[in-house]
């Protein structure tokens, strides 16, 4: 694997913001929270690539029949409401958020789709795969865009446009026939501006900026293009501020002032000035999560149960979010000093406790350990990127409701860590529910957040 | 008082919930008992000690027997180390509800939350 290669023979590699030549790297310590920092990857120059409308174009590519035709995928949490709509049954008034009702009403012969999300983020993560062996810097914005790092890419793939043409070549055929005239590629300095590009090209054909046009092309965008919050936009347009340039014209105190960061970071990016790179990642270190035993364990159902437990444990590790698992290890310690270990290597990497739990626990089925254990580990191995987690879902109201109580709950975990040293609240899990003996049935294990 | 080790706790190591507590137990002369009390070293039914490890804290519930509810005993993990067990479910004066067991390879007396 070529990241592999940079990883070990460029690990010092010069400047992060130089205009060309190989990636280069920088430490990522938010991504690795024992603080051992692991290697990123950067680089200025991206081409991003688009599927506008991604989850309903993995449907048509499984069921070519509903190409042309207008359909709508239902919302994943809210099976009465629509969430993509595919541009015929747009053109026949039919929105996003629309209940079915209204949307059959305004349009009758709408075929309703019921969402697959694993299906598309395993779609997705093919793409991420194809597109690993042309840039070792991937980063994933989310399910149908992402930033393709391609600092020193012309000296194997030539000019921007031989580039573009490459990373078209790598997916086309990926679980996606006729992919190319859906999708949208950018090639610019920079994500904001390679990201404005992929939405201004035309399917098919990829729009390139080079240095010297970018300030005439940031110019021409709306205000509407900058990644600002919808108050900002909502206040821009109030100020009879409609494209880059009538930001850029004004002094940026001015914008500061108004907006505070969000309008300096607005300014600066109208002018050109701010060049967010692509950030790939090194696939993080093995996660482990594991499990002693009160008493050594030899019911299959317990430990069935504990390994469902674990991979949840495992897969809640920060270090895991954007990654897919590829290898799972299952390892028991057992009495007497003896040992056990299976591993299992998915063939469609996932992120779903279901499907590593599944082969695990059939393997300690078939092949169950020889003696009662006394610790039980989880141990993720091999990982091939994937989406952020949950960011199909993240549009929706109530998981967003859900984030926050979860994010509220982990504040106050890390407040009363602080206070008292360790972590005083628990959780009650199962352990033995069914066992006679009382004492068996649940316990208590730290709250992490 | 057993020093505290100092070693970090372990976020994966679990903590048993309902652990049985011991307890002073006065049997009658069918062996069901009539009284429990806080593990002094009392008891038995001619107060004889049964229960001779003293709780970390209180028991969770003292006081007379008013009602046996359901008897019944566990032999498991005789391949190990056997657990032979006779729980007695005993309502207590004041109407609280809890189970007692005794000990059967060691004689002692314990109570727990049903």
Same mark, same amino acid.
Request: charged fraction near 25%; include cysteine.
């Given at each position: 694997?070529?990241?592999?290669?940079?990883?070990?023979?460029?690990?010092?590699?010069?400047?992060?913001?130089?205009?060309?030549?190989?990636?280069?790297?920088?430490?990522?310590?938010?991504?690795?929270?024992?603080?051992? $920092?692991?290697?990123?990857? *950067?680089?200025?120059?991206?081409?991003?690539?688009?599927?506008?409308?991604?989850?309903?174009?993995?449907?048509?590519?499984?069921?070519?029949?509903?190409?042309?035709?207008?359909?709508?995928?239902?919302?994943?949490?809210?099976?009465?409401?629509?969430?993509?709509?595919?541009?015929? &049954? +747009? %053109?026949?008034? *039919?929105?996003?958020?629309?209940?079915?009702?209204?949307?059959?009403?305004?349009?009758?012969?709408?075929?309703?789709?019921?969402?697959?999300?694993?299906?598309?983020?395993?779609?997705?993560?093919?793409?991420?795969?194809?597109?690993?062996?042309?840039?070792?810097?991937?980063?994933?914005?989310?399910?149908?865009?992402?930033?393709?790092?391609?600092?020193?890419?012309?000296?194997?793939?030539?000019?921007?446009?031989?580039?573009?043409?490459?990373?078209?070549?790598?997916?086309?055929?990926?679980?996606?026939?006729?992919?190319?005239?859906?999708?949208?590629? /950018?090639?610019?300095?920079?994500?904001?501006?390679?990201?404005?590009?992929?939405?201004?090209?035309?399917?098919?054909?990829?729009?390139?900026?080079?240095?010297?046009?970018?300030?005439?092309?940031? &110019?021409?965008?709306?205000?509407?293009?900058?990644?600002?919050?919808?108050?900002?936009?909502?206040?821009?347009?109030?100020?009879?501020?409609?494209?880059?340039?009538?930001?850029?014209?004004?002094?940026?105190?001015?914008?500061?002032?108004?907006?505070?960061?969000?309008?300096?970071?607005?300014?600066?990016?109208?002018?050109?000035?701010? *060049?967010?790179?692509?950030?790939? %990642?090194?696939?993080?270190?093995?996660?482990?999560?594991?499990?002693?035993?009160?008493?050594? $364990?030899?019911d299959r159902l317990m430990l069935a149960?504990?390994?469902?437990?674990?991979?949840?444990?495992?897969?809640?590790?920060?270090? +895991?979010?954007?990654?897919?698992?590829?290898?799972?290890?299952?390892?028991?310690?057992?009495?007497?000093?003896?040992?056990?270990?299976?591993?299992?290597?998915?063939?469609?990497?996932?992120?779903?406790?279901?499907?590593? $739990?599944?082969?695990?626990?059939?393997?300690?089925?078939?092949?169950?350990?020889?003696?009662? *254990?006394?610790?039980?580990?989880?141990?993720?191995?091999?990982?091939?990127? /994937?989406? /952020?987690?949950?960011?199909?879902?993240?549009?929706?109201?109530?998981?967003?409701?859900? $984030?926050?109580?979860?994010?509220?709950?982990?504040?106050?975990?890390?407040?009363?860590?602080?206070?008292?040293?360790?972590?005083?609240?628990?959780?009650?899990?199962?352990?033995?529910?069914?066992? +006679?003996?009382?004492?068996?049935?649940?316990?208590?294990?730290?709250?992490?957040? | 008082?057993?020093?505290?080790?100092?070693?970090?706790?372990?976020?994966?190591?679990?903590?048993?919930?309902?652990?049985?507590?011991?307890?002073?137990?006065?049997?009658?002369?069918?062996?069901?008992?009539?009284?429990?009390?806080?593990?002094?070293?009392?008891?038995?039914?001619?107060?004889?000690?049964?229960?001779?490890?003293?709780?970390?804290?209180?028991?969770?519930?003292?006081?007379?027997?008013?009602?046996?509810?359901?008897v019944w005993r566990i032999d498991d993990?005789?391949?190990?180390?056997?657990?032979?067990?006779?729980?007695?479910?005993?309502?207590?004066?004041?109407?609280?509800?809890?189970?007692?067991?005794?000990?059967?390879?060691?004689?002692?007396?314990?109570?727990?939350?049903?």
């Open positions: 694997m070529r990241q592999h290669r940079w990883q070990s023979t460029r690990q010092h590699a010069g400047p992060v913001n130089r205009r060309s030549g190989p990636p280069a790297y920088g430490a990522d310590e938010h991504s690795h929270p024992t603080g051992r $920092a692991s290697r990123t990857l *950067v680089s200025d120059h991206a081409a991003c690539l688009w599927i506008p409308l991604f989850p309903l174009r993995c449907e048509e590519w499984r069921r070519p029949e509903l190409v042309g035709l207008p359909a709508a995928l239902l919302a994943p949490t809210d099976t009465r409401r629509a969430w993509l709509v595919s541009p015929v &049954a +747009r %053109r026949m008034g *039919v929105q996003p958020g629309m209940t079915v009702s209204q949307a059959i009403g305004l349009c009758p012969p709408l075929t309703l789709i019921e969402p697959d999300p694993v299906h598309y983020d395993e779609t997705f993560t093919q793409f991420l795969l194809a597109l690993e062996r042309v840039s070792p810097v991937i980063e994933p914005a989310e399910l149908g865009r992402v930033f393709v790092g391609v600092d020193g890419l012309e000296r194997l793939y030539g000019t921007p446009e031989q580039q573009i043409q490459v990373i078209a070549h790598a997916i086309s055929g990926k679980g996606a026939e006729g992919n190319d005239a859906v999708l949208r590629l /950018g090639w610019a300095r920079g994500k904001f501006l390679s990201w404005i590009a992929a939405a201004r090209a035309k399917p098919g054909a990829p729009l390139v900026i080079h240095a010297e046009h970018s300030a005439a092309f940031l &110019a021409r965008q709306p205000v509407a293009a900058l990644p600002v919050g919808s108050d900002t936009h909502r206040r821009l347009q109030q100020l009879g501020l409609t494209t880059l340039a009538d930001v850029a014209r004004l002094p940026e105190p001015a914008l500061v002032s108004q907006f505070g960061g969000e309008g300096r970071r607005a300014w600066r990016l109208a002018k050109g000035l701010e *060049v967010e790179q692509v950030t790939g %990642r090194g696939r993080p270190e093995p996660i482990v999560a594991g499990l002693d035993f009160p008493m050594p $364990a030899a149960h504990a390994v469902d437990r674990l991979v949840e444990r495992a897969l809640s590790h920060p270090r +895991r979010t954007g990654w897919r698992v590829q290898t799972a290890r299952l390892r028991a310690r057992l009495e007497h000093g003896i040992s056990w270990t299976t591993d299992v290597t998915l063939k469609d990497p996932s992120a779903d406790r279901k499907r590593i $739990a599944g082969p695990l626990k059939t393997r300690l089925e078939l092949a169950p350990p020889t003696g009662a *254990v006394e610790r039980l580990a989880v141990e993720f191995v091999a990982f091939a990127p /994937g989406t /952020g987690e949950l960011q199909l879902f993240a549009r929706d109201a109530d998981s967003a409701a859900r $984030a926050g109580r979860r994010h509220a709950l982990h504040a106050a975990a890390r407040e009363i860590k602080t206070r008292f040293q360790h972590s005083r609240l628990f959780h009650v899990v199962e352990v033995q529910p069914w066992s +006679r003996i009382p004492e068996r049935r649940y316990a208590l294990i730290d709250f992490e957040p | 008082m057993v020093p505290h080790s100092r070693a970090a706790v372990r976020v994966d190591r679990l903590r048993a919930l309902n652990v049985p507590t011991p307890v002073a137990v006065t049997v009658d002369d069918d062996g069901l008992p009539v009284e429990v009390r806080p593990s002094t070293g009392t008891v038995t039914g001619d107060d004889t000690p049964v229960a001779t490890r003293r709780p970390a804290g209180p028991p969770p519930s003292s006081g007379r027997i008013t009602e046996v509810l359901e993990e005789w391949w190990r180390v056997p657990i032979t067990r006779r729980y007695v479910d005993v309502v207590l004066d004041g109407g609280a509800h809890v189970v007692l067991f005794e000990d059967l390879q060691t004689g002692e007396w314990f109570v727990q939350q049903p």
